[in-house]
């Protein structure tokens, strides 16, 4: 993917500034517990930044920062793939320690805000590393397709790209002339526009129709040579 997806990608861009900014957050909260000496295990921590921590939390935190730095820093298919898993375990721990809390295997102090951070934080770094991957209506250049389909790296997609922005332009151009139209306030060119469009669906649709029939013909001609018209006909009385 390094090839289809490089460091300085847009949506490399994306990864690397989230997993950057969550990393370092995570990593204040880490060192903030450090620096207070917060016993290693318990399950009455201490709130630092809204957040309930304990020495082994904090520990976590640090290890779970650096880590998220590591992938800004390398970016590419890595901080997708980093930052995905790494939301998906901050929603599963969120889920785990909210059914052990108030209970002796509460090891990471955490609290109903802790939970709450923890789902957030879970879903807006899955959010993140799954953004232009597994996102609706990608688009042909997509790296993530590209790879799918076993494009060349370097293949070129602008004049693709300019034909679908042609495309929607005039879309977007017939759609403001039709409703202009039917509100009574027209220009000549609108009207002149919307009678070319009806014009254009009404041959498309009697080209389709006509494409269909001589399907149908070829298919019928087919099945005569086949089977001979009596046996044809005899199938078609059994059918009946």
Same mark, same amino acid.
Request: proline content about 4%; glycine content about 10%.
């Given at each position: ?25 995570? =990593?204040?909260?880490?060192? %903030? #517990? @450090?620096?207070? *000496? $917060?016993?290693?295990?318990? /399950? +009455? ?77 879970? =879903?807006?770094?899955?959010? %993140? #590393? @799954?953004?232009? *991957? $597994?996102?609706?209506?990608? /688009? +042909? ?82 099945? %005569? ?16």
């Amino acid at each position: 993917m390094s090839q289809y997806l490089p460091a300085n990608h847009p949506l490399s861009k994306v990864y690397r500034l989230g997993a950057a900014l969550v990393g370092t957050v995570i =990593i204040v909260f880490g060192v %903030l #517990g @450090l620096a207070n *000496r $917060l016993p290693l295990f318990t /399950t +009455e921590g201490r709130d630092f930044l809204g957040l309930s921590n304990n020495g082994l939390l904090s520990l976590i935190s640090l290890v779970v920062g650096a880590v998220l730095i590591g992938a800004a820093v390398r970016g590419g298919a890595a901080a997708s793939t980093t930052t995905a898993v790494i939301g998906a375990l901050f929603l599963l721990s969120g889920l785990l320690n909210l059914a052990v809390l108030n209970t002796s295997l509460n090891l990471l102090a955490f609290k109903i805000p802790n939970v709450l951070f923890s789902v957030v934080c879970g =879903i807006l770094l899955l959010s %993140l #590393g @799954l953004y232009g *991957r $597994l996102s609706g209506g990608l /688009t +042909e250049d997509n790296p993530y397709v590209r790879a799918r389909h076993h494009e060349p790296p370097d293949a070129d997609h602008s004049s693709e790209i300019a034909a679908d922005r042609r495309r929607l332009a005039q879309i977007d151009e017939i759609a403001t002339a039709e409703a202009a139209l039917a509100n009574g306030h027209a220009s000549p060119e609108q009207e002149a526009m919307v009678r070319e469009d009806s014009r254009h669906r009404a041959e498309e649709s009697r080209r389709e129709a006509y494409t269909h029939y001589l399907e149908h013909e070829r298919a019928e001609r087919q099945r %005569l040579l086949r089977y001979g018209p009596h046996r044809t006909g005899r199938h078609r009385a059994g059918l009946a």
